[in-house]
């Protein structure tokens, strides 16, 4: 059986140390690896980053074949107004803010960006999902 958890999100990137210090430009630090990978631990899992054509090798395609896919990555928030905070941060590092931070229909505030790497992610703000004391997110919130 399959645990209900994400255990590490690996991102394939073109340049590695250009990705990598675009989330330390955001506050992110590394954690120590072997050469050819950068990791930053989060609560409960780690992101990594991985040479794309590496990645593909490690996968048995051809890059082309890793294609892009309709992801978003996300991460909440305690406050709208630190969403418009991470957001500016982000672009000031680097990223293309997609959409700033704005209310959507369902009570929540969150904006989009895309990291140099390409990845995209939402900032978001969701006032019935609060965050655990070390800024954990659970759909329904911790309480």
């Keep these: 059986m399959m645990e209900q958890r ?25 954690v120590e690896t072997p050469e050819g990978i950068v990791v930053f ?3 409960g899992q780690a992101l990594g980053l991985y040479p794309l054509a590496a990645l593909a090798a490690d996968i048995g ?12 990555l996300s991460h909440n928030l305690s406050s709208p107004e630190a969403v418009d905070a991470l957001l500016e941060r982000a672009g000031s590092a680097g990223a293309d803010i997609l959409r700033s931070g704005h209310e959507v229909f369902w009570g929540g505030y969150i904006g989009y960006f895309r990291a140099p790497d390409g990845s995209i992610w939402e900032i978001a703000h969701n006032p019935f999902s609060a965050l655990g004391p070390n800024g954990e997110f659970r759909w329904n919130g911790y309480g």
Excluded: K, N
């Design 6 to 30: 994400v255990s590490l999100i690996t991102i394939g990137v073109a340049d590695l140390e250009a990705a990598a210090a675009f989330y330390e430009a955001l506050g992110w630090q590394r």
């Design 41 to 43: 631990d989060l609560i």
């Design 61 to 72: 395609v051809p890059q082309e074949r890793l294609g892009h896919g309709a992801v978003t």
